[in-house]
């Protein structure tokens, strides 16, 4: 099984802050990577794709990169919606996620 | 718009069994393979099983492999989870999730519904 490992667990940030959350595979996934949004009490909401591809409606301020076994999510100007806990998602040799990383704001 | 709408939660004693629906509609169901996502309370996200398009081939967890099964009944656009010798340890919100192809190997999972809870405790 490939393991996922997010870093850090919690951060807090300050509105118009970058933000910027890390996923390590314990296997190459070539780019096959998906990162999810988690607001309180629902569902998850897919944002990016394949490392780098946004979903529609996801705001420009997302962005995600890397390759193999790094990968970040960047939130270029955190905004008070963006307050939430994201998930990385391996689907590259089954399916597997990462602990999660929830953000909030000072 | 894509519904999703899971049902068949509740709370049952370790040992018993339930079996969680999800009513699909908004996209062509038969067209999609489709999966249950977990979340224990206060915990992250597990995958928990995975059916093709047309069902014939599904995939489980190890966790939950001999306990669970999925099926799905595409002449009602309905995905199943059985569930039987339940433990505490799947107390959680089981999601259903749908991918964006055929296959078991699709897995990225775009769209969830709302979830519904299962509390396993004697």
């Known amino acids: 099984d490939i393991h996922m490992t997010q870093s850090p667990s919690t951060l807090s940030a300050s509105v118009g802050d970058r933000v910027i959350i890390t996923c390590r595979a314990s296997?190459?996934?070539?780019?096959?990577l998906a990162w999810y949004q988690q607001k309180p009490g629902k569902a998850p909401n897919l944002l990016i794709q394949q490392t780098s591809i946004l979903e529609s409606g996801v705001p420009s301020r997302f962005s995600g990169s890397g390759s193999g076994t790094e990968f970040s999510l960047t939130i270029s100007s955190l905004q008070p919606d963006d307050s939430a806990t994201y998930y990385c998602q391996q689907y590259h040799l089954g399916l597997t996620f990462g602990q999660g990383t929830k953000v909030e704001l000072k | 718009q894509v519904q999703l709408v899971e049902s068949g939660g509740g709370v049952v004693q370790p040992g018993n069994s339930l079996r969680l629906s999800c009513a699909a509609s908004g996209f062509t169901f038969n067209r999609v393979s489709m999966h249950w996502v977990r979340q224990a309370p206060d915990k992250g996200l597990d995958w928990v099983a995975t059916a093709s398009s047309d069902g014939s081939k599904t995939n489980h967890v190890d966790s939950v492999k001999g306990r669970f099964t999925i099926s799905r009944d595409n002449s009602r656009n309905v995905l199943y989870l059985q569930m039987d010798n339940l433990r505490v340890d799947d107390t959680a919100r089981y999601y259903c999730?749908?991918?964006?192809?055929?296959?078991?190997?699709?897995?990225?999972?775009?769209?969830w519904g709302q979830g519904t809870v299962v509390t396993v405790s004697a």
């Open positions: 296997q190459s996934l070539g780019t096959w």
């Open positions: 999730v749908k991918s964006d192809c055929e296959s078991v190997d699709c897995r990225l999972l775009v769209h």
